[in-house]
């Protein structure tokens, strides 16, 4: 069963600068990797998508997959206070009639002014 | 474009008491899925459709819970006899095929 595991826990950063996530899974079968971010009350919003090894950049969002190392990151550019949310790390497993993901418990960022 | 629309947002019951959540997806979107993510922690699957056919439904317990999505477009998910452990909030998401899932907004339930 897939397992997937987040750090830090939270997270505290000061406005402007770089914030780094860690999102590691044990199945390296596994196909699709996202990031959503969920602010407090709210739905999930979808960050990035990554499906090969490298980099995909969406706006201040980047995301780094090392599927040899099951590893997958984001780093937040110039994060700003509105970027205070939970991120949480999904990873889904090839196609299925649909893709159910499978999320870890979530890295709770806070950017100070 | 409406997203997806979860009803009722909020839902307080005792031990005991049965509650139905509702869920209109995407228009066009041929799967749905829902989510049971308690507090602190991230969402976890419970059952997802590609069209009215249930796909997956291993990690729903069928003793108490249930879900429906008869014509392939809205969907039902029910609890029978809610015990403390179902507080949380249930998540209802959809998709076209394998691409990308659009979340509602969630109806967080309480049992007391």
């Known amino acids: 069963q897939q397992k997937v595991q987040q750090s830090p826990e939270s997270l505290t950063v000061s406005e402007g600068a770089m914030a780094s996530l860690n999102c590691t899974f044990s199945?390296?079968?596994?196909?699709?990797f996202r990031w959503y971010r969920q602010h407090s009350g709210k739905g999930l919003e979808m960050l990035v998508s990554i499906f090969s090894d490298g980099e995909k950049e969406e706006g201040r969002f980047t995301a780094h997959l090392n599927r040899a190392s099951l590893h997958v990151s984001l780093h937040i550019r110039e994060p700003q206070p509105s970027d205070s949310a939970v991120y949480l790390c999904a990873v889904s497993p090839p196609y299925q009639g649909g893709r159910a993901l499978i999320f870890g418990t979530g890295t709770t960022v806070s950017v100070s002014p | 474009e409406a997203g997806v629309t979860q009803s009722p947002r909020y839902a307080v019951l005792q031990e005991g008491q049965a509650v139905s959540f509702w869920c209109d997806p995407i228009s066009g979107h041929d799967t749905l899925y829902w989510y049971q993510q308690p507090r602190d922690q991230g969402p976890q699957l419970l059952v997802y459709?590609?069209?009215?056919?249930?796909?997956?439904n291993s990690q729903l317990p069928s003793d108490r819970f249930s879900a429906v999505r008869p014509k392939g477009t809205n969907s039902t998910l029910k609890i029978q006899s809610a015990k403390q452990g179902d507080t949380a909030t249930y998540l209802c998401?959809?998709?076209?095929?394998?691409?990308?899932?659009?979340f509602g907004p969630g109806t967080r339930l309480t049992v007391l």
């Open positions: 998401a959809s998709s076209h095929r394998g691409a990308e899932q659009f």
């Open positions: 199945d390296g079968t596994s196909d699709n």
């Open positions: 459709f590609r069209d009215e056919a249930v796909i997956d």
